[in-house]
């Protein structure tokens, strides 16, 4: 009721309050993770009483920012099984949310309940493509875009790549230009340049002047 009243107020007019409230619950965190995701946050240790009803986080003791690229990288050093590892933090996002489901089972359908966490997956991915998007300085949507994000960092781990410098150095370099400067981080550079090509196959509907893609790019990166 606190929570409602105090945090949630759009949800009393619902049919089902409890069950908006978890709604707009699991629509927040699968925001905050996306962002995670996107910019290299690790937290270090997401057990359900370090999740905030707002869809925040807190309890900021191991966390760290990826440096080289390192999909599986534990930042807390007492974490020996990895479970809250940089890859495993979506997965953990959706564990929380389902204990707190849990605790409206009293009130709401477990069929209704387990339909709102279900809608965490494509509301992470969402959000993820979105920032990510940004990043890159892609336009618009593409079907292919996860994919070809998921091939960057796959060459970006196997070269440990610097996360944060990478697109900050991609965003200075023209639209539908060679990305010479960058090729020489990655080892296998064969499979960059493919990447390259891909990657300026899908810029070639940026119109946007030099400076106006760099000042959006540098504004997210």
């Known amino acids: 009721t606190h929570v409602l009243n105090d945090l949630y107020p ?32 690790c937290h270090g240790v ?3 009483d370090n999740m905030s009803i707002l869809g925040l986080t807190f309890d900021f003791g191991p ?21 809250y590892a940089f890859n495993q933090q979506v997965a953990m996002g959706y564990w929380n949310l389902t204990a707190f489901a849990e605790t409206l089972t009293r009130d709401v359908a477990v069929e209704r309940l387990q339909e709102i966490l279900d809608g965490y997956a494509d509301l992470q991915q969402q959000a993820y493509l979105t920032a990510m998007r940004a990043r890159l300085g892609l336009v618009g949507e593409q079907a292919e875009d996860a ?3 998921d091939k960057l960092l796959l060459q970006m781990e196997q070269s440990a790549v610097d996360y944060t ?3 900050r150095q991609l965003g200075e370099l023209p639209v539908g230009a060679a990305l010479d400067k960058l090729r ?38």
């Open 10 to 41: 759009q949800c009393l007019s619902s049919d089902e309050p409890l069950a908006a409230l978890l709604s707009a619950v699991v629509e927040r965190t699968a925001q905050t993770i996306a962002l995670w995701q996107a910019y290299g946050f």
């Open 46 to 48: 997401m057990n359900t």
């Open 63 to 83: 966390y760290a920012f990826l440096d080289d690229f390192k999909q599986g990288h534990v930042c807390n050093y007492s974490d020996h099984r990895g479970r």
């Open 147 to 149: 994919v070809l994000i």
């Open 165 to 167: 410098l990478f697109f």
């Open 184 to 221: 020489a981080e990655f080892v296998n550079q064969t499979a960059f340049d493919e990447w390259s090509d891909e990657f300026m196959a899908r810029n070639s509907n940026d119109l946007r002047s030099q400076e106006q893609r760099c000042a959006a790019m540098h504004a997210v990166n």
